[in-house]
């Protein structure tokens, strides 16, 4: 079992910052990769970014990519989503989600997933 437990979202505005943490907590997470993952009003759930437990391969969105930066502190058991430049287009709900490398980049109902914490940017 894994517990995931996001942090830090918050109303800000267009080209402002925020920092995302996913605290992790179960047995073997060496075994995951982690990955945020994102849903507005009325879309999908959308990959937004990944990395391995015990590498440093990151996967991001082209949407993203230049202005997020996915990181993970193993001694913390903590995983972070810097984000950068934000657009009002990031506004959505933002969960953190473990699962096997196979599958990180789409994970589904049996892998593990936090509650989600609401990321705001207004225009």
């Known amino acids: 079992q894994v517990q995931l437990v996001e942090s830090g979202g918050g109303l800000v505005q267009a080209g402002g910052s925020l920092r995302l943490s996913c605290a992790a907590s179960g047995r073997m997470l060496w075994l995951y990769g982690l990955g945020w993952f994102r849903q507005a009003p009325g879309k999908e759930r959308e990959l937004v970014a990944t990395?391995?437990?015990?590498?440093?391969?990151?996967n991001y969105a082209d949407s993203v990519k230049g202005r997020f930066t996915i990181s993970r502190d193993n001694a913390k058991n903590t995983l972070y989503l810097q984000m950068n430049g934000l657009k009002p287009e990031d506004t959505a709900v933002y969960y953190c989600?473990?699962?096997?490398?196979?599958?990180?980049?789409?994970?589904?109902?049996?892998?593990?997933w936090g509650q989600g914490t609401q990321v705001t940017v207004s225009s």
């Open positions: 989600a473990a699962a096997p490398m196979s599958r990180i980049n789409a994970p589904n109902g049996d892998d593990y």
């Open positions: 990395i391995g437990w015990r590498t440093s391969i990151t």
